[in-house]
């Protein structure tokens, strides 16, 4: 785990090494344990490589990065390969190689050597994003793993391409002069979080998760791109999907015990995702997912490290749950409450952890979690993944239950009986709301006179999903027209399991899941140098899990049927089974009284006038409905918060 940053330029644009060094040492926080710097020099071409290191597997110097291969091929490598082992196993048997290290970084570069990426790719299990310079080909390959859980961003500008973990060595270097992308703010304060390929910045691109890049050197050219799309069908540019979402499918596993079979994979992945030369422990939050992961990981460490963040509100705490599931369980437990003096401290830091604007309010407890993880050790496991997979979201319950229902009556009528629902009192639809829904809406979701405005527009299913991911529908507060929200509605449709609940799994995990989850734990963790691992989020995992009958995801009203099953396996159900509660804070009190002076500050007028993009008499009209419990607007005023905030702050 560990954080590079590459550049290549024409050799009239050589960056000087103490400006490339100073850049790379922008995510010193992503590897603090050690750095290197390679430099080299290709016909009209100057290559950089640099790299901060988190030690973690092999903790010896002989283990640093950029590595250099016996053919001279150069990597840059950030993440860990489970099974890198069992990967040198593969080729010890056909092949006589000094291995010089014990680390997965060594197995990459000699795997792909001998073997090549595509059977790399074929045979790896792990999170990473990489780039290896093939010298005798003169072409860069750079692949990011199949969900996203490592970052990398690439920025193409005339003579001057750069690869990097993070977007603040990149807008460092004077051959860069800072552009906001409109649309990627306008995606922004649809989502709360900018989808890939975009990022806040012209000309910089986020790798979409499951990809490769080649580039041929011989015939690429440096050019300057202003879409990823030109980039994929440019000349000397090889732009593949070397892994997709699974479809249904016949496949090797025995289907006649779900939950047996679940937990034997369960286990296999857990042992290898425990594979560390560094001290390694575990979230534990309270819910099911963490949970089950930490029941299994206990099975091979005696008193394994757990943590979990709490909040000084009562309806957001889970961390009383955890506690009790540490004490069932046996592990070696530390809790830290989250109040709003968190928060205000936590502000300062966040347009520097998440360099572009990032509105997910959960951000701020995962960084208080991750910073009290850090103190004792040096990789944690989460549950992140899970609501994904296993049907864990609110919104696959009410899309299961009630979109055939919605779909029967006209569009016309639908609309006419919501808009007349809609001038009810916000008590009144709160409570009718709730009601149809029982239980098993969540406080986030309770924004009741939100989700009527929202289905009043849905006409499709495709638009019943973007109701509950997106803010806002026909009414953006962009000064310009702005219309791109991404391609969202492409993504959704190109999933088909005769089954809305589970394609609206299917879109959030290669879209929220990469974008939001993954973005804010890798962000949040590095920033402490903590690494974070994923089970869940296993290839081979992931392929039981959306092959099982829906049947066993969401049954009789309850969502993560088989992953509870499992987990009253190794604790009683009485200690898991409650209402999912989410990981967020109460913005939407707090907006109200102790965070009230910083959303009046940072939207003020004088603010927003800095940058103009969003219609000042829109912004006071957010803020004075949530204030008036008209609506509430707390995920709007979160992202316009924080993208002033980020603005403020790099502008």
Not at 94 to 120: A, M, P, Q
Not at 162 to 177: A, E, F, G, R, V
Not at 540 to 551: A, E
Not at 630 to 646: M, R, S, V, Y
């Amino acid at each position: 785990m560990c954080g590079f940053f590459f550049t290549l330029t024409n050799n009239n644009k050589i960056i000087n090494k103490n400006d490339f060094i100073k850049s790379l040492n922008l995510i010193a926080h992503r590897g603090p344990d050690d750095f290197g710097f390679e430099e080299t020099n290709v016909g009209n071409h100057n290559l950089n490589f640099g790299f901060r290191r988190l030690a973690i597997q092999d903790l010896s110097k002989n283990a640093n990065q950029p590595f250099i291969s016996k053919n001279g091929n150069i990597l840059l490598f950030n993440g860990e390969i489970y099974n890198h082992k069992e990967l040198r196993k593969l080729l010890n048997k056909e092949y006589l190689i000094e291995w010089k290290t014990s680390s997965d970084t060594e197995t990459i570069v000699n795997f792909v050597d001998i073997l090549g990426i595509d059977t790399f790719l074929k045979h790896a299990r792990g999170m990473f994003a990489f780039l290896i310079y093939d010298k005798s080909k003169n072409k860069i390959i750079i692949c990011r793993d199949h969900a996203g859980e490592k970052p990398l961003y690439m920025c193409l500008k005339n003579n001057f391409i750069s690869l990097s973990s993070d977007l603040s060595p990149i807008i460092n270097l004077n051959y860069y002069k800072k552009e906001i992308d409109l649309e990627s703010v306008n995606e922004f304060l649809n989502f709360n979080y900018i989808p890939n390929p975009k990022t806040i910045y012209k000309n910089i691109f986020k790798i979409p998760p499951g990809t490769r890049l080649n580039l041929d050197l011989n015939t690429f050219k440096l050019i300057e791109y202003d879409t990823f799309e030109k980039l994929k069908y440019s000349n000397g540019v090889n732009f593949d999907k070397w892994w997709n979402y699974p479809l249904r499918k016949k496949n090797n596993f025995n289907y006649e015990n779900y939950i047996d079979n679940l937990d034997l994979l369960l286990n296999e992945t857990v042992q290898k995702q425990l594979l560390s030369d560094a001290p390694l422990g575990a979230f534990l939050s309270g819910g099911t997912d963490s949970s089950l992961i930490v029941a299994v990981a206990s099975k091979y460490i005696s008193k394994l490290k757990t943590f979990t963040v709490g909040f000084d509100y009562d309806n957001y705490d889970e961390s009383v749950y955890a506690k009790k599931i540490s004490d069932q369980i046996g592990t070696d437990h530390y809790s830290v409450i989250c109040n709003k003096d968190d928060v205000m401290n936590s502000l300062s830091s966040l347009h520097k952890i998440y360099t572009e604007p990032f509105a997910d309010s959960s951000q701020i407890p995962t960084l208080l979690v991750s910073k009290i993880a850090k103190i004792n050790v040096k990789v944690a496991l989460s549950g992140d993944g899970g609501d994904e997979i296993f049907g864990g979201y609110n919104r696959y319950h009410i899309a299961n239950k009630y979109w055939w229902l919605i779909k029967l009556l006209p569009y016309n009528l639908r609309k006419l009986i919501l808009n007349t629902i809609s001038f009810l009192p916000t008590n009144i639809i709160d409570l009718l709301i709730k009601t149809i829904l029982s239980k098993k809406i969540t406080r986030n979701n309770s924004n009741a006179k939100n989700i009527i405005n929202k289905l009043i527009h849905t006409k499709t299913e495709y638009d019943f999903y973007n109701s509950f991911i997106s803010e806002y529908k026909n009414n953006s507060i962009m000064n310009k027209d702005i219309v791109s929200l991404g391609n969202y509605a492409e993504i959704y449709n190109s999933f088909d399991y005769n089954n809305t609940a589970e394609n609206m799994m299917a879109c959030d995990f290669v879209t929220y899941l990469s974008d939001d989850i993954l973005c804010k734990v890798d962000r949040a963790s590095m920033y402490n140098s903590l690494e974070t691992r994923a089970p869940y989020l296993d290839i081979n995992l992931i392929d039981y899990v959306v092959n099982l009958p829906f049947s066993q995801k969401i049954k009789n009203n309850q969502t993560k049927f088989i992953q509870k099953k499992l987990l009253s396996k190794y604790i009683p159900s009485s200690l898991f089974n409650r209402p999912k509660m989410g990981f967020g804070i109460p913005l939407g009190k707090w907006f109200h009284d102790d965070l009230n002076n910083l959303m009046n500050d940072s939207l003020s007028n004088e603010m927003l006038n800095k940058h103009n993009l969003f219609d000042n008499n829109k912004v006071l009209k957010l803020k004075k409905n949530h204030l008036s419990y008209i609506e509430n607007n707390e995920n709007k005023l979160w992202a316009l918060i924080q993208f002033n905030l980020w603005y403020e702050n790099n502008f």
